[in-house]
T-cell receptor
């Protein structure tokens, strides 16, 4: 069964706007990661947030984690057409040998 | 580093044929994962290895699927016999347990079973 569930399933915005994607999960985690997948390619790691962290930044990316609500959000600021991709959250549980459980993903389209 | 290498990139075969997918993980990584991605089911973890030993194969759909990792630099995923419902993109990923915990994905093998 899937651990992470992304919301929305699809998001369409204009260049320069911010994009927010949400992820909910069901069980306790060690960390939560966000990945990006361009069409026809493998997934690429974007950012990792540990269970004892609440917010993390990397360039135009901002990730928040609320363990009490079992949810996370990924914010991409000042979006660009090149940000068009699918974005997945993935959760890592303790003792999991780095095993990740991926959600269904959010398809983001950024229009010039 | 060349990253995770998968071959072939595309495979078209007929139902009933044996299919073998190959993966070379990043040198120094000690965990290897096989995933399957379809529109209907999303990204599914099939099996993962730690130090060449299969740890969890609960995601392998049925006995037609098998995976091996004879050494730290090579793994195979075999489907025998293949069926049309096996059509999907198969990804291999590797990571280092005790490191940053992120997984590095290969480019995938797009399998079409006619």
């Amino acid at each position: 069964s899937q651990q992470g569930e992304e919301d929305p399933q699809a998001l369409s915005i204009q260049e320069g706007e911010n994009a927010t994607m949400n992820c909910s999960y069901k069980t306790s985690i060690n960390n939560l990661q966000w990945y990006r997948q361009n069409s026809g390619r493998g997934l690429v790691h974007l950012i990792l947030i540990r269970s004892n962290e609440r917010e993390k930044h990397s360039g135009r990316l901002r990730v928040t984690l609320d363990t009490s609500k079992k949810s996370s959000s990924l914010l991409i600021t000042a979006s660009r057409a090149a940000d068009t991709a699918s974005y997945f959250c993935a959760t890592s549980q303790s003792g999991g040998y780095n095993k990740l459980i991926f959600g269904a993903g959010t398809r983001l389209a950024v229009h010039p | 580093d060349a990253g995770v290498i998968q071959s072939p990139r595309h495979e078209v075969t007929e139902m009933g044929q044996e299919v073998t997918l190959r993966c070379k993980p990043i040198s120094g990584h000690n965990s290897l994962f096989w995933y399957r991605q379809t529109m209907m089911r999303g990204l599914e973890l099939l099996i993962y290895f730690n130090n060449n030993v299969p740890i969890d194969d609960s995601g392998m759909p049925e006995d037609r699927f098998s995976a091996k990792m004879p050494n730290a630099s090579f793994s195979t995923l075999k489907i025998q016999p293949s069926e049309p419902r096996d059509s999907a993109v198969y990804f291999c990923a590797s990571s280092f347990v005790g490191g940053s915990n992120e997984q590095f994905f290969g480019p995938g093998t797009r399998l079409t079973v006619l």
